[in-house]
């Protein structure tokens, strides 16, 4: 299996939770640290973004809105 498939339902909650902080008017270094998500898992998830590969990429697009 892909290690991205592994690390699916790890982002789901993880994203959900950076977003909700991202609503209450956290930055989103505050709300990753909030959430414990370190810079080097953003930039993974940011690649497979770029990527295309879903959900990540829809991440990042509802991330956009919050900055």
Known sequence: MD???QELPRF???SRNILKY???GKTLEE???KAGVVQNELNI???WADKGLQPYA???REIQNYR
Do not use: P, T
């Open 22 to 24: 991202l609503k209450e």
């Open 31 to 33: 709300a990753c640290a």
């Open 58 to 60: 829809d991440f990042f």
């Open 45 to 47: 998830w940011k690649l």
């Open 12 to 14: 789901m909650i993880l």
């Open 3 to 5: 290690f991205y498939k």
